[in-house]
C-alpha cells in the first residue's frame, strides 16, 4: 500500500456507472418482480452499497477509508440496467475504487438475480464517472 499518512484530510468524491445487457423478456419479469429470487433491482442496490463498504477487504492494495455516504441507483433502459453509484468520504485517499466496486458488485448481483431465466446476460463496461477532492482535483468523463 502506498502511504497516504502525509495527505490532507479533505472530502473525497467519486461516481461509476455498469450497464447489464440483457432480453426485453428478462427487463419485463424485472419491471413486473416476477423473478423467483424476489426484487432484483432492490437486492442489487443493497448489494452494491455493502460491497462499497468492503472494498478494502476484495481489492488487495485499497486502504480502509471513512464513507460518509453510499449510494447506488438502478435504472431499467431499452437494453438492461444501468447502475450508477456515488461515494462520499472524509479521508486521506480517494473513493474511485469504492464507487467502482459498488457498480460492478449491483451489475454482478442482476446477473445472479436473472441467470434462471437468462444466461446469456452480461456487463457491458464499468467505469468511472468523476471524482473529486484530493491533491489531484476533479476529473469528469467526457
Known amino acids: 500500500m502506498v502511504d497516504v499518512g502525509d495527505k490532507a484530510v479533505t472530502r473525497r468524491e467519486a461516481s461509476a456507472e455498469s450497464l447489464v445487457l440483457m432480453a426485453a423478456a428478462t427487463i419485463e419479469l424485472i419491471r413486473q418482480d416476477r423473478l423467483a429470487k424476489g426484487d432484483a433491482l432492490s437486492v442489487a442496490r443493497l448489494a452494491g452499497i455493502m460491497a462499497c463498504k468492503r472494498t478494502s477487504e476484495l481489492i488487495p492494495l485499497c486502504h480502509p477509508i471513512r464513507i460518509t455516504k453510499a449510494e447506488v441507483a ?63 482535483g476533479e476529473w469528469r468523463r467526457e
Open 74 to 136: 438502478l435504472t431499467i433502459v431499452a437494453e438492461g440496467v444501468h447502475v450508477e453509484s456515488r461515494v462520499v468520504a472524509v479521508d486521506q485517499t480517494g473513493v474511485e475504487m469504492e464507487a467502482l466496486t459498488a457498480a460492478a458488485v449491483a451489475a454482478l448481483t442482476l446477473i445472479d438475480m436473472v441467470k434462471g431465466v437468462e444466461r446469456g446476460v452480461q456487463i457491458e463496461y464499468v467505469r468511472l464517472l468523476t471524482k473529486s477532492g484530493g491533491r489531484s
